[in-house]
């Protein structure tokens, strides 16, 4: 058995907030897969917080860089030879631009990265794209594939694709990959609501992963509360300080630490100083992924209050670590996280809510070491990285040699 030969590409590889596709990308790697790293942009320094992250970093193709320079009209002219295909790729673009001049124009740009894309696949003998994030770097995969003639895939996770579905074609990208990989069963009926019920049996639910042996479960017997994750305001932290508020004069050795960084860093901080929290909050910003599994190591409740979200990786790492979760009952956590089992689920927003359910975890050990343990098993059945790549791994082949594979694959040995 032949494995295809893979790119892979995404808005902007490799960031911090992101390393669920570095560890997908290393797994198939560990399959046998050949995997050319493939982002738009280039990634800011500020996200390169570990070796795994720089050593991606120098080996992933730059396509907005290689469009700068004469690669982009030698690339356009390899494909200007087959007039038809060009033109159907352009004409593609065209007709699939969000309304608007500065939407025709943006797919237009597309188009020009998608040719730079097309011709780096073409000459390192790629024989399958995948895309990470369906919005604007899956309109270039989607091109790129029209141009090259190389079949493409995506993985879609929400939410953020669902609330601008038709401005970002997810029914045309849909429509025309070769398969689809969802996050969870959500996320799968999410995509069903938009794409033809004809292409419904090309959406497989595929899970992202962790490798639950790079997490170590430690007591938790203290009051340390962590959270993982981008400071922006679909993450609810303002929710979360203001529960802590309510929970301090009962819990006056209670602490949070963050770790992330974002655009509402300034506005956190300055809402713990006049909750009169500062002193029980430390920022940390970004960390490797060592750095993460430590602070795990080291906490005795992680909190995710979120707004909208898919199913989120760090709480497959606080489970992995044997680390109870408060976190909300939206989209596809309930699929990960088992309410009263392997954590708490609460209403998004609900500041009373988050607090009586912090509280109850703060003021019984014995349950939150019981909780951990079932999260921990839970997410070595369910949420193994090594055998979420290899049902992936499942997926490429398969449709490679014109099978059909089940909604949820089995791995390939």
Known sequence: MTLPKLAYLTGEYPRASDTFIQREVAGLRALGHEVLTCSIRATGAEHLVGPEQREEHKRTFKVLAACKGPRLVTAHLRWMVRPKRWLRALGLAWRTAPKGVKGRLYNLIYFAEAGVLADHMARNGVTHLHNHIAKASCTVAMLASELSGIPYSFTIHGPDIFFEPHHWRIDEKAAR??????????????????????????????????????????PHDGQDL??????????????????????KPDHPNLRLTLIGDGPERVGIDALARQLDMHTSVTFLGYRSQAEVAEALAETDIF??????????????????????????????????????????????????????????LLDDPDRRRAMGAKGAAKVAAEFDLAQEAARLSALFTAYTEGEQPPKRPEPRT
């Open 303 to 360: 909190t995710l209050p979120s707004f909208a979200e898919g199913v989120p990786v760090v709480l497959m790492e606080a489970l992995a670590s044997g680390v109870p979760v408060v976190t909300t009952q939206i989209a596809g956590v309930p699929e990960l996280v088992e309410h009263g089992e392997t954590g708490l689920l609460v209403p998004p927003g609900d500041a009373d809510a988050l607090a009586a359910a912090i509280a109850t």
């Open 226 to 247: 962590l959270f993982t994750g981008r400071l922006a305001a679909v993450k609810g932290v303002p929710v979360l300080l203001h529960a802590l508020a309510k929970l």
């Open 177 to 218: 990959a070769r398969f689809v990989a969802c996050i969870s069963d959500f996320a799968r009926s999410q995509l069903m609501c938009f794409a033809d019920q004809m292409h419904w049996d090309r959406f497989h639910v595929i899970h992202c992963g962790v490798d639950p042996q790079r997490y170590t479960a430690a």
